[in-house]
C-alpha cells in the first residue's frame, strides 16, 4: 500500500531533551515536506527536500533540523524542543516537485514539549 | 506573497443539506488550488485540485469545487451531506516555490442529525 508512514504518532517530551520524527514514504517521491498545524493558523511549512541532500527551509523553520541521506526517508529533528513547538506535525511527499502533483500527508505527530 | 483566507472557522449542517464551503486566495499568477480533509485523528486526504481547463472540478466523496478568477476564489460544495462528512476542511494553494503549499486556517464542518 503506497503511504507516508510517521512515528512516533504521539510524544510527550521535556524542554531540552533532544527528539527525531521519522518520516517514511514507500512511492519513490522526489519531494518531501515537512508542515506543523496549530489551531487557527492552518499548516505551515518548515522545511522541504527536493531530492537527495537537497533541503531548504520553508516558513518556520526555527528550532528545526532535516536530513534526506535517502530517498525515502526524511527526518525530522528537534535538537532543543521549547513549548512553543508543542504542535501537530505532518510529513507529506509528492512525486516531483511541479505545483499540481498531489502531495501525499502522513497521519500526523502529536508533540507535547514541556 | 501567497495567501488562503477561509472565511468560516465553524460551519454547522444538517444531514441532507447542501454545504458550500468558502476560499479566497491571494497569488500573482494563475493558481494551484486544492481541498484537503481531516479527519478526527487522521492525515489529510486530497478531495480534488485544480491547476487548468474546466473551472468546476469534480472530486472523491461527491465534492466539487468552482475556480472563479475574477473573485479569486475556490468554493467547495456538495450538494447532500452525510454525517460522516463531519471532519476539518482545508484550502490550499500552490507553488510559491517549489510543492510548497499555503493553507487557510481550515474550516470545521459539524453535521446535525
Known amino acids: 500500500e503506497a503511504q507516508v508512514t510517521q512515528n512516533p504518532r504521539y510524544l510527550i517530551t521535556v524542554t531540552g531533551k533532544k527528539l527525531t520524527v521519522t518520516c517514511s514514504q514507500n512511492?519513490?517521491?522526489?519531494?518531501m515536506s515537512w508542515y506543523r498545524q496549530d489551531p487557527g493558523l492552518g499548516l505551515r511549512q518548515i522545511y522541504y527536500s527536493m531530492n537527495v541532500e537537497v533541503t531548504d527551509k520553508g516558513d518556520v523553520p526555527e528550532g528545526y533540523k532535516v536530513s534526506r541521506k535517502e530517498k525515502r526517508n526524511f527526518p525530522l529533528i528537534l535538537e532543543s524542543p521549547s513549548p512553543n513547538q508543542t504542535s501537530l506535525y505532518f510529513c507529506a511527499s509528492s512525486l516531483s516537485r511541479g505545483g499540481e502533483e498531489t502531495q501525499y500527508f502522513g497521519p500526523g505527530t502529536r508533540l507535547l514539549v514541556l | 506573497a501567497q495567501s488562503v483566507t477561509q472565511p468560516d472557522i465553524h460551519i454547522t449542517v444538517s444531514e441532507g443539506a447542501s454545504l458550500e464551503l468558502r476560499c479566497n486566495y491571494s497569488?500573482?499568477?494563475?493558481?494551484?488550488l486544492f481541498w484537503y480533509v481531516q479527519s478526527p485523528g487522521q492525515g489529510l486526504q486530497l478531495l480534488l485540485k485544480?491547476?487548468?481547463?474546466?473551472?468546476l472540478v469534480q472530486g472523491i466523496k461527491g465534492f466539487e469545487a468552482e475556480f472563479k478568477r475574477s473573485q479569486s476564489s475556490f468554493n467547495l460544495r456538495k450538494p447532500s451531506v452525510h454525517w460522516s462528512d463531519a471532519a476539518e476542511y482545508f484550502c490550499?494553494?500552490?507553488?510559491?516555490?517549489?510543492?510548497?503549499?499555503?493553507f487557510g486556517a481550515g474550516t470545521i464542518l459539524r453535521v446535525k442529525s
Open positions: 490550499a494553494v500552490g507553488p510559491e516555490y517549489g510543492n510548497k503549499l499555503v
Open positions: 485544480y491547476f487548468s481547463g474546466d473551472t
Open positions: 497569488y500573482g499568477a494563475t493558481p494551484y
Open positions: 512511492m519513490n517521491h522526489e519531494y
